[in-house]
């Protein structure tokens, strides 16, 4: 069921502008109190400047004006919020591929997942944790300069199933002159399960991982499986290595894209 609180957010919103005015209200009556109290007790040779005063009060009407300014804008961005939100329930059921190195592992499917190298490479190693931080599989990656797709299979090294969840990628890679590339570009896809907003954002959740609008690359209608014959031919070997994702992930490969059969490391 989609879940979505961008109405809780435009409340929230008008809270804290209703805050505002209350706080107004409350500084103008100490101020008028003040002035009354002030003008009582004038001397009545010497009577004071209604100059100052009155340049209060005006700033006073200034900022009552810009609070409920503030109030109609913060109105209006809860509405967009809300047709936002709303919009995005048609991406539940659909599969989703966003800019993020969080990769969710659902219905005991794989995780798919790209990384694009800006230079050639010497090594490329892509290291899987849990929750916790702890590895959980690493994979041999493509070394060519591009945008490579992979699928992890959802096992450790060890060959037994992980569990559902959100896994963190790190992608590793030593240049040809021995030096660690930096500004490796990582994309996750998964099955959008809910849509949800955090008052700033609408995010969209693969499972227990949220992907926010402004990431989300690409949705596409889910991938139909393919009978298990038993000889597959997806190039797996040792039992247990993953296999690069030949079939795409709804976004079609760019030029220069390489798909990559993955393979454990000697460490695992």
């Keep these: 069921m989609a879940e979505v609180t961008a109405l809780a957010a435009q409340n929230a ?31 009545p040779l010497s009577p004071m400047d209604s100059t100052e005063f009155t340049n209060q009060l005006v700033q006073f009407a200034g900022v009552e004006q ?14 967009t919020q809300a047709s936002i939100s709303a919009s995005a329930v048609s991406y539940i059921g659909k599969q989703v591929q966003a800019e993020s190195n969080t990769l969710p592992l659902q219905d005991g499917g794989p995780g798919k997942f790209t990384y694009t190298l ?21 994979l041999n990656g493509d070394t060519e300069s591009g945008t490579h797709h992979m699928t992890w299979d959802g096992k450790d090294s060890k060959g037994n199933e992980m569990p559902d969840g959100a896994y963190t990628l790190e992608v590793q890679a030593t240049k040809t002159d021995g030096s660690t ?12 399960t809910s849509v949800a907003s955090d008052g700033n954002d609408v995010l969209i959740a693969a499972g227990p991982v949220l992907f926010g609008m402004n990431y989300i690359i690409s949705v596409s209608d889910v991938p139909a499986k393919t009978p298990d ?37 000697s460490s695992s």
């Design 181 to 192: 590339m930096s500004n490796i570009y990582t994309t996750t896809t998964g099955i959008a």
């Design 66 to 79: 810009q609070i409920n300014a503030n109030e109609h804008l913060e109105s209006l961005l809860g509405l």
């Design 13 to 43: 919103n008008y809270a804290k502008s209703t805050n505002s005015k209350d706080k107004l209200a409350a500084d103008m009556n100490n101020f008028l109190t003040l002035l009354t109290s002030q003008m009582k007790n004038q001397d």
């Design 118 to 138: 800006t230079d050639q490479a010497k090594e490329a190693l892509v290291i899987i944790k849990d929750s916790s931080g702890k590895v959980v599989r690493t």
């Design 229 to 265: 014959t038993g000889d597959s031919g997806s190039g797996e070997t040792d039992g247990g290595s993953d296999s690069a994702d030949g079939s795409g992930d709804g976004t079609g490969s760019t030029d220069g894209t390489t798909d990559e059969t993955q393979t454990e490391t």
